[in-house]
């Protein structure tokens, strides 16, 4: 077997490498492919089967990276894991190549097989293989080796070629989340920066609850996270470190400051300053620490959101008189409204892919999560409940996660994806809001 290297990289919070080499095998003849551009998507047919191991150790671990591999794809709507009950190749069988035919007759269009090896000591190693069964060959193939900590990462790592393998665009399940988890009565509500990986494991907190925390969001290299906090004096934004923990104030303005969000190229940040009833937008220089003004209205503007190419920033504005979108040039300037619909706009989110802008909408005594073209054409609602908000993209720019309140006033993460199909719970070991979603983990 020959393969290609990838470069070391570091993991998570560790100094530990993480690495991945190509196992090349059988020419990809087959043109399985899932189509994700039709309005109704039928999922594709698929089975994960346990990973084989050199120990029972790694049997275990190699049944547990399927199964976190299982959930991912199931997850996206786009793939029906088959039930491992109908399988008849044992892991064992399956170090070698399939048995196809095993395959057809369970209707798996696509196999997905592994073996784990974990020395004493030593490095987790995980390789796995994704196999056309109708076609008889093989799709992918890779190795990954990282500390014995990281098995879920591979997991991850894994679902993310397999989805782009399959589907052409990119994974997106080796991210994070953080969220603002709360808890208490609703009147004395406690709100911290949260955590978790995507699917909502690993979860930690990043805040101590000492004091009030708001709308997190992730830095452009998913290492800091940028939030409004109630600490001393007015509502100021922090940015905070999740690797050390080290925070630090941004600026000492004289008002109130909220609603931050990084440039796509890390170096400057927006944020709303709220001074004498009014509120306007202006961009922070990380260097220089300088602020300079881009609105100057007698309304309130807040929410900012950049385009992927941080040339255009979308916003929110009551300067029409009632909340509605608007765009306007990195640095200002005149402001093109977007939004006609009726109802109440606010929270729009530009998609990675620049395509569309992800909002929410009040109207008709209902809470909903809408998507539209940049230029405000195509609008659509995803949803329609007591009280969605705060959408946040998922880096491919496929999937949009929210945070919804029940009629009990639970709080909750739920995904959806843009053609509006497959609503998800995200589990949360508390109630949630104010999602943001990281880049794909390097």
Same mark, same amino acid.
């Given at each position: 077997?020959?393969?290609?290297?990838?470069?070391? @990289?570091?993991?998570?919070?560790?100094?530990?490498?993480?690495?991945?080499?190509?196992?090349?095998?059988?020419?990809?003849?087959?043109?399985?492919?899932?189509?994700?551009?039709?309005?109704?998507?039928?999922?594709?047919?698929?089975?994960?089967?346990?990973?084989?191991?050199?120990?029972?150790?790694?049997?275990?671990?190699?049944?547990? &990276?399927?199964?976190?591999?299982?959930?991912?794809?199931?997850?996206?709507?786009?793939?029906?894991?088959?039930?491992?009950?109908?399988? &008849?190749?044992?892991?064992?069988?399956?170090?070698?190549?399939?048995?196809?035919?095993?395959?057809?007759?369970?209707?798996?269009?696509?196999?997905?097989? /592994?073996?784990?090896?974990?020395?004493?000591?030593?490095?987790?190693?995980?390789?796995?293989?994704?196999?056309?069964?109708?076609?008889?060959?093989? #799709?992918?193939?890779?190795?990954?080796?990282?500390?014995?900590?990281?098995? @879920?990462?591979?997991?991850?790592? &894994?679902?993310?070629?397999?989805?782009?393998?399959?589907?052409?665009?990119?994974?997106?399940?080796?991210?994070?989340?953080?969220?603002?988890?709360?808890?208490?009565?609703?009147?004395? @509500?406690?709100?911290?920066?949260?955590?978790?990986?995507?699917?909502?494991?690993?979860?930690?907190?990043?805040?101590?609850?000492?004091?009030?925390?708001?709308? $997190?969001?992730?830095? $452009?290299?998913?290492? *800091?996270?940028?939030?409004?906090?109630?600490?001393?004096?007015?509502?100021?934004?922090?940015?905070?470190?999740?690797?050390?923990?080290?925070?630090?104030?941004?600026?000492?303005?004289?008002?109130?400051?909220?609603?931050?969000?990084?440039?796509?190229?890390?170096?400057?940040?927006?944020?709303?300053?709220?001074?004498?009833?009014?509120?306007?937008?202006? #961009?922070?220089?990380?260097?220089?620490? *300088?602020?300079?003004?881009?609105?100057?209205? +007698?309304? &309130?503007?807040?929410?900012?959101?950049?385009?992927?190419?941080?040339?255009?920033?979308?916003?929110?504005?009551?300067?029409?008189?009632?909340?509605?979108?608007?765009?306007?040039?990195?640095?200002?300037?005149?402001? +093109?409204?977007?939004?006609?619909?009726?109802?109440?706009?606010?929270?729009?989110?530009?998609?990675?892919?620049?395509?569309?802008?992800?909002?929410?909408?009040?109207?008709? /005594?209902?809470?909903?999560?809408?998507?539209?073209?940049?230029?405000?054409?195509?609008?659509?609602?995803?949803?329609?409940?007591?009280?969605?908000?705060? $959408?946040?993209?998922? $880096?491919?720019?496929?999937?949009? #996660?929210?945070?919804?309140?029940?009629?009990?006033?639970?709080?909750?993460?739920?995904?959806?994806?843009?053609? /509006?199909?497959?609503?998800?719970?995200?589990?949360?070991?508390?109630?949630?809001?104010?999602?943001?979603?990281?880049?794909?983990?390097?």
């Amino acid at each position: 077997m020959t393969g290609l290297a990838f470069d070391r @990289r570091r993991v998570l919070a560790g100094a530990a490498a993480f690495s991945a080499a190509v196992a090349c095998g059988p020419a990809a003849l087959a043109q399985l492919r899932v189509d994700i551009t039709s309005g109704v998507v039928q999922p594709v047919p698929i089975a994960v089967s346990p990973f084989s191991g050199d120990s029972p150790a790694a049997q275990e671990r190699g049944a547990a &990276i399927a199964q976190v591999i299982s959930s991912d794809l199931a997850g996206s709507g786009l793939f029906e894991v088959i039930d491992r009950r109908a399988y &008849i190749q044992t892991p064992e069988e399956l170090r070698g190549q399939p048995r196809f035919a095993d395959w057809r007759q369970i209707n798996a269009q696509a196999l997905v097989t /592994g073996n784990v090896q974990a020395p004493p000591g030593g490095l987790l190693g995980v390789e796995f293989r994704l196999w056309d069964v109708f076609a008889g060959a093989q #799709m992918r193939g890779l190795q990954f080796d990282a500390p014995e900590a990281q098995w @879920r990462r591979i997991a991850h790592k &894994i679902a993310d070629v397999i989805y782009e393998r399959l589907t052409g665009e990119p994974g997106y399940f080796d991210t994070r989340i953080t969220y603002i988890a709360e808890t208490g009565a609703a009147a004395r @509500r406690n709100k911290r920066v949260a955590l978790m990986d995507a699917d909502g494991s690993a979860n930690r907190y990043l805040t101590d609850g000492s004091f009030l925390a708001l709308t $997190p969001r992730f830095s $452009p290299d998913g290492r *800091r996270i940028a939030y409004m906090a109630f600490r001393q004096g007015p509502p100021r934004i922090y940015v905070q470190d999740i690797d050390t923990g080290r925070g630090s104030l941004l600026g000492d303005f004289a008002g109130m400051t909220f609603a931050p969000r990084f440039a796509p190229d890390g170096r400057s940040l927006l944020l709303t300053l709220a001074q004498n009833g009014n509120s306007d937008l202006y #961009m922070w220089d990380i260097a220089t620490r *300088r602020a300079s003004r881009l609105t100057n209205d +007698a309304a &309130i503007d807040t929410s900012p959101s950049f385009a992927p190419d941080g040339s255009r920033i979308v916003f929110n504005s009551d300067r029409g008189g009632r909340p509605q979108l608007y765009v306007m040039n990195r640095n200002g300037g005149a402001a +093109a409204r977007i939004s006609f619909g009726e109802g109440r706009y606010g929270s729009p989110a530009w998609s990675p892919r620049g395509d569309l802008i992800a909002f929410m909408v009040i109207k008709g /005594g209902k809470f909903s999560i809408g998507v539209m073209r940049p230029d405000g054409s195509d609008e659509r609602l995803l949803t329609r409940s007591n009280l969605d908000e705060s $959408p946040t993209w998922a $880096p491919n720019g496929r999937v949009i #996660m929210f945070s919804r309140q029940s009629g009990s006033g639970r709080r909750r993460l739920f995904t959806i994806d843009v053609s /509006g199909y497959n609503e998800r719970e995200v589990s949360t070991p508390t109630d949630a809001s104010d999602p943001d979603w990281s880049p794909t983990l390097p």
